[in-house]
């Protein structure tokens, strides 16, 4: 079966992470499929919704490490047809309403990919984290912009600093979710709220969202270009190397030299 499973019914798309052994993390063959799932939604007149969820006990555990340390070299500006770019820049200009639902880890793009939905609902069982400093890497998806802006400077520089995961109490005070519910219920509640959308008239979702959303888009691709080229540069330095080595054998990294 796909690692991302789409299902498209009564007007919603459902995209969902169906990777539960390696804990949800995303290839990039599974970035390609959400991609293009995303640029059907918004092509396509039928799709009204489209709602991003995961398993109960787990919701991405982010970029697949494995795919981080065989990443090619690149100089400068990422390549925009990487299935990675073609998804950020899916979700951060996507037209019509996105719903998401979280259970159990969102960790780094797990969360940043949070920051581009309209709506966010929260099993209670949610812990969020972008521990890109961790990895040796930076943040992505125009976090370093749109964090701030969501949780103030200092709430958003510890979670961006330490890489401690927040759970879902701490994520709905700041704004990143509008409510959270028994994790049982959670995809269950955010489709109710995706039907809902799903009911409203599509022209008046459309230009409300871009009225919302519209005159930030410029500032956020180019501030995911800006992430990019940093990020690209850093995965191939000692931190990241070190870093993923660790994960690979199980370990602790040790940064002392570095
Ligand atoms: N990339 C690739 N494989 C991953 C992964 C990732 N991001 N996260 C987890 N996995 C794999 C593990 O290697 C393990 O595979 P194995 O069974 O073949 O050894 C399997 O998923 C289970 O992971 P495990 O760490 O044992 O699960 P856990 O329940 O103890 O912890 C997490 C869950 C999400 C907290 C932990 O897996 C984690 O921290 N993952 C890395 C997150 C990360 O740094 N992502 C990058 C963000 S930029």
Redesign the pocket.
Same mark, same amino acid.
């Given at each position: 079966m796909s690692d991302i499973l789409v299902h498209t019914e009564a007007g919603v798309m459902t995209l969902t992470f169906n990777r539960v =052994?390696?804990?949800n #993390?995303i290839t990039a063959a599974m970035y390609g499929t959400m991609a293009d799932g995303l640029a059907q939604a918004a092509a396509d007149p039928a799709v009204r919704v489209v709602l991003i969820q995961g398993d109960v006990t787990?919701f991405t555990? =982010?970029?697949?490490? #494995?795919d981080?340390r065989n990443a090619p070299k690149s100089e400068g500006q990422p390549d925009p047809d990487r299935p990675v770019w073609r998804f950020l820049r899916g979700i951060a200009t996507f037209p019509k309403p996105l719903v998401a639902a979280v259970c159990g880890?969102a960790?780094?793009?797990g969360t940043t990919l949070l920051l581009h939905c309209d709506l966010v609902y929260a099993g209670d069982n949610a812990a969020f984290s972008v521990?890109?400093v961790?990895?040796g890497?930076v943040p992505e998806a125009a976090s370093s912009l749109l964090m701030p802006r969501m949780f103030g400077m200092h709430r958003a520089s510890e979670a961006l600093l330490t890489g401690d995961p927040f759970m879902a109490e701490a994520a709905l005070e700041v704004g990143l979710v509008n409510r959270v519910v028994p994790p049982a219920e959670c995809n269950a509640f955010a489709r109710q709220q995706a039907l809902k959308l799903a009911a409203k008239p599509l022209s008046a979702l459309v230009e409300t969202k871009r009225l919302l959303k519209g005159a930030q888009h410029a500032a956020v691709v180019a501030r995911m270009q800006e992430e990019g080229a940093v990020f690209g540069r850093m995965l191939h330095e000692p931190a990241a190397r070190e870093a993923f080595a660790a994960?690979a054998e199980?370990r602790k990294p040790d940064f002392s030299k570095i």
């Open positions: =052994g390696k804990k #993390s787990i555990a =982010g970029n697949d490490i #494995s981080f880890p960790v780094g793009v521990p890109f961790n990895l890497l994960f199980k």
